[in-house]
């Protein structure tokens, strides 16, 4: 069990952001297209060049090498990279024979070329793919943005599941309010360069 804690982060327009969240613990973060969501998501990941801090308990972000933090931060974004033709050859030899139910999919799932996968497919599979890794901390980038009302429930249900168990702090981007109010411990929205608790309608 790991937190996550923001102090001074400067990205994009938005400035001083200081956040904690603790381990099991989803904060839901909203905001105007173009307020700097996915950059922060970014930021936290070491995927952007930013000023101030992330740490994951005691660990800073600047004293680890990105790709070993990456691992540790996992962050999976709208619309995911896959690098290779086969499905399974993006996962640990030790997923390939396991899907979770949630996720629609049987196991034949992993000998499938990618090209054949919809977004939605993309969408679940990476969601899993990430979750493989046996992350620390996992951001979040609108996760089921290219899912139907059930099929987002089900893996909503399925990622508290696996976000409760595993102890993860997790900073989730989402423009639903009904799906933030589902999944959400805190909800926070951009206003400006700052972030602020949500109150009424984004």
């Given amino acids: 069990m790991a937190d996550l804690r923001l102090e001074g982060i400067a990205v994009g327009s938005l400035e001083n952001v200081g956040l904690e969240i603790g381990g099991g613990e989803v904060v839901c973060l909203s905001g105007p297209s173009g307020s700097g969501k996915s950059r922060l998501l970014r930021a936290v990941a070491d995927l952007e060049p930013h000023e101030g801090a992330v740490y994951l308990d005691d ?33 640990p030899e030790t997923c390939r024979d396991r899907v979770p139910d949630a996720l629609g999919f049987s196991p034949e799932v992993m000998h499938w070329t990618v090209s054949r996968l919809s977004s939605g497919e993309r969408q679940r599979l990476a969601l899993w793919r990430a979750l493989a890794q046996e992350p620390e901390a996992l951001l979040l980038d609108e996760p089921t943005a290219n899912l139907d009302h059930d099929m987002s429930l089900a893996v909503e249900n399925w990622l508290l599941g696996e976000i409760r168990e595993r102890q993860m702090p997790v900073l989730w981007v989402a423009h639903d309010r009904a799906q933030i109010q589902r999944v959400a411990n805190r909800h926070l929205h951009i206003a400006g360069s700052t972030l602020e608790p949500a109150h009424g309608s984004d």
């Fill in 59 to 91: 660990t800073e972000q600047a004293s680890v090498p990105a790709h070993d933090w990456r691992r540790k931060v996992i962050m999976v974004p709208a619309d995911s990279q896959w690098w290779f033709d086969e499905v399974g050859a993006h996962f």
